[in-house]
T-cell receptor, first 114, second 110 residues
Framework: GAVVSQHPSWVICKSGTSVKIECRSL??????MFWYRQFPKQSLMLMAT?????????EQGVEKDKFLINHASLTLSTLTVTSAHPEDSSFYIC??????????FGQGTRLTVV | QQPVQSPQAVILREGEDAVINCSSS?????VHWYRQKHGEAPVFLMI?????EQKGHDKISASFNEKKQQSSLYLTASQLSYSGTYFC???????????FGTGTSLTVIP
């Protein structure tokens, strides 16, 4: 199956700093990628749809200025959590679709803000 | 937008059957089913497209009733490896977003 690589797998950062998470499609091109956030024992909540070459589409309630998304190429989307706070600690995961209905997920990034 | 799943949690003994339901408020193009183990990414199980199809493999099958905007996942003769959280994922008729359901925690015990 298609491979989506997410980096880093985990990160610990200080409150007030920014963290960048990368999502790469390794063997296919993805014009659209999705970013999700998952709190413990909860579902994956769609944060935004990342569109190559254009602005991301954010879900209601997600702060655009706090969660910066850049989809500069057909194989890379990045999510930057700016001025991170402890409440931003969560499991962040991306997905991409290689043209078939099935979605492929990155390994996820566990962010801990201290 | 988020589909609602029921039950929220279920505990089974090995060999027992379970049904997990997924209900959406939007007209759907497709329903996907995933299983997630703790700390890992979701793993794809199957997809059902509108047209009211039913499909399965091995002892896991699913149905999709597009008129009711509902899907059900059937697990028969459950195995210990079936434990995890099951999510439905829905693709509405309009737009290209993909939403996960509220999740169902399934625990299979010996």
């Amino acid at each position: 199956g298609a491979v989506v690589s997410q980096h880093p797998s985990w990160v610990i950062c200080k409150s007030g700093t920014s963290v960048k998470i990368e999502c790469r499609s390794l063997d296919f091109q993805a014009t659209t990628m999705f970013w999700y956030r998952q709190f413990p024992k909860q579902s994956l909540m769609l944060m935004a749809t990342s569109n190559e070459g254009s602005k991301a589409t954010y879900e209601q309630g997600v702060e655009k200025d706090k969660f910066l998304i850049n989809h500069a190429s057909l194989t890379l989307s990045t999510l930057t959590v700016t001025s991170a706070h402890p409440e931003d600690s969560s499991f962040y995961i991306c997905s991409a679709n290689p043209g078939v209905p099935e979605a492929f997920f990155g390994q996820g990034t566990r962010l801990t803000v201290v | 937008q988020q589909p609602v799943q029921s039950p929220q949690a279920v505990i089974l003994r090995e060999g027992e059957d379970a049904v997990i339901n997924c209900s959406s408020s939007k007209a759907l193009y497709s329903v996907h089913w995933y299983r997630q183990k703790h700390g890992e990414a979701p793993v794809f199980l199957m997809i059902l497209l509108k047209g009211g199809e039913q499909k399965g493999h091995d002892k896991i099958s699913a149905s999709f009733n597009e008129k009711k905007q509902q899907s059900s996942l059937y697990l028969t003769a459950s195995q210990l490896s079936y434990s995890g959280t099951y999510f439905c994922g829905t693709e509405p008729n309009t737009g290209n977003q993909f939403y996960f359901g509220t999740g169902t925690s399934l625990t299979v015990i010996p």
